[in-house]
């Protein structure tokens, strides 16, 4: 624990350095743009600026990306407020409240609540991280293949039953994502399979690629079918209405603390940011004295989804630094980053990469005050973003994903993927098939095998080696209750209600 | 625009044709998923599950769920639009280009088809003048030259302009 400190200093220490410093800024300027833009948000925001960073250092190139991602989580909240647009999924709650306080002439109010709710929900969800990461990492040292599958398991069973999606379109949408992941190379036998001769096909479908199309091209593509046009109010906010709002907010710490606690929870568990922040909206109306008031301009209904969103975004990072199982698509991004620069994600980097994973802890504090005073300085600059027209910003964003999509491998045939991926993403999401779980599949596809065939390698073959000991009996039962989760709430909810439906008849 | 677009057609393809149709293209990429594990086996080898083995059973997955989702789908009832016509056409007007360009890059480099997809953008979907079209055209593939090729020594596919100027 004391040693834990002394590394998140010399963590500090790292990040302080002016060329991080400069790179903190940059990434937290460029993360808000990312997230007050239509087509951009954390995900493929992160992935394409991805190239930027080949050059640097990877402590530097976690700062900066990292700060990208707070910068998005910020940016949401702009688009949401002033403009009733929310730039990022997990930000459509704030429009509920937080739009008409605009309206009512209060944006500069709602603005500052929620942006000091993100960032203490992220602040909340960093200490969390400093204290848990390293026993968690520590923890999974331990752990033998099995271990490791059913830690995928979980996660991906997660989804299935966390998400609001259909279950079945969930595990089809997931099943592609492990099916794309597995063209190529077999990491095991060296064996090329799926790949029916095609030289293109030899590496597979990068991550990178499909996050870049399916939410940016795919997001671009529902933005013009809507054909929208932004009209927003006027960003005006000063020190006067910042010092008032904050002498506010003291009063709903309850509400705040709930919110952080929903946000880690829904954050370590793949579910995600924008459930939290329903979830934490939604409870915050249920609680509430001013309940009914909700919807018109409540600040509580502005604190209490930002907070979440943040803390879980943030805490989203906690399994991808201790575990290498990403939370969230942006998590998975910056994993991908990882093994970019040559980093092995999982338990072994607090012990081999100590400044790195410290860096990064400590580039999650400081990130997050320079953001909080970044946007509430700012504000007016990035909502003028917006009033750019989206005929001009439409073809840049393109020629964006395009360069971010070439540089992941100098190939121009991934551009053309891109293209496929994302015309495949506005398809599907129009269908209602969750693109999350597909990201996280590619990415994890090849990692979940290895550990799913080392695991029947040593028990010849037997599904009795996932039962084998208390830890990952438990992980896998834990698992198969989040898959069938809907169900056991159905079976519940009918049990309760036959109770209820008994009574008045006797 | 919402306005315009109620007025000019109100038809479109089906929410439920459309469904269907992606249903039955996921499963059949799931059956090319199929036939690829097992032309490399997907059985029990010398060193344990063959390189098919985890695809394979990946793609029976996905063809029962998506069966399960057709099922659903058809039982559902189809009033629902997936789009208007005008609307698909808005999005086919990105498509479209966006295909051209995606083409181009290879042959006439990346920034002069940037270059070019803007101002088309700019002009056709955004009426602007020539003149600002061209400038806004001009000015980001300029920055983004700077930004990647010389600031961040990032290299982008490159065409004869390019070479022209001697890069």
Known sequence: MLEDIGNLFHGFAVVAQPFNLVLMVV?????????????????????????LTFSMSPTSAIIMLSCIYWGALFGGAITSILFNIPGEPWSVATTFDGYPM???????????AAFTSSFVGALFAVIMITLVAPLVAS????????????????????FVGLSKEPPFKTVASMMLGFGLGTVGLDQVTGQLRLTFGLPELLNGFDFLIAVIGLFGIGEILLTMEEGLSFRGTAAKINLKVVLQTWKELPRYWLLSL???????????????????SFMSYGIAKRISKSGHKFGTGQIEGVVAPETAAHAAGTSALLPMISLGVPGSPTAAVLLGGLLIWGLQPGPLLFTEQKDFVWGLIASMYMGNIVGLLIVLTCVPLFAAILRIPFSVIAPIIMVFCAIGAYTVHNNAFDIVMMLVFGVAGYVMKKCNYPLAPMVLAIVLGDKAEEAFRQSLLSSQGGFSVFWSNGLVSTIMTLGLIALFWPLLQAAWARLRLGKKGLRPAQ | ??????????????????????????????????????????????????????????????IISSVINLMNVVVADGGSLFARWNQLRQVG???LPTAIYVLAIPYIGIYVSSALLIAAFMIWFG????????????VVPVLTFFMFEIWFLVPLPKGP???????
């Open chain 1, 102 to 112: 605009a309206q009512q002439g209060r944006a500069g109010e709602a603005l500052t």
């Open chain 2, 93 to 95: 007007a990105v498509v």
């Open chain 2, 1 to 62: 625009m919402s306005d315009h677009a109620q007025e000019t057609g109100g038809t479109g393809p089906s929410h439920r044709n459309v469904e269907i149709g992606v249903t039955l293209a996921i499963i059949l990429i799931a059956l090319i998923g199929i036939y690829g594990s097992m032309k490399v086996g997907f059985g029990w080898g010398a060193e344990g599950p063959q390189a098919g083995f985890f695809p394979f059973y990946v793609s029976v997955i996905v």
């Open chain 1, 139 to 158: 923890f999974a040292l331990r752990f033998g293949p099995p271990e490791i599958f059913s830690v995928y398991f979980l996660a991906f069973c997660s």
């Open chain 2, 161 to 167: 302009l390019e070479n022209f100027l001697g890069y």
């Open chain 1, 27 to 51: 990434g937290i300027v460029l993360g808000v743009i990312v997230g007050v833009l239509p087509g951009l948000g954390g995900a493929n925001g992160v992935a394409i600026l991805l190239p």
């Open chain 2, 127 to 138: 009426r602007y003048g020539v003149a600002m079209a061209a400038a806004v055209a001009v």
């Open chain 1, 258 to 276: 709930r919110s952080c606690l929903i946000g880690c929870w829904m954050g370590i568990s793949p579910a995600g940011a924008t459930p939290a």
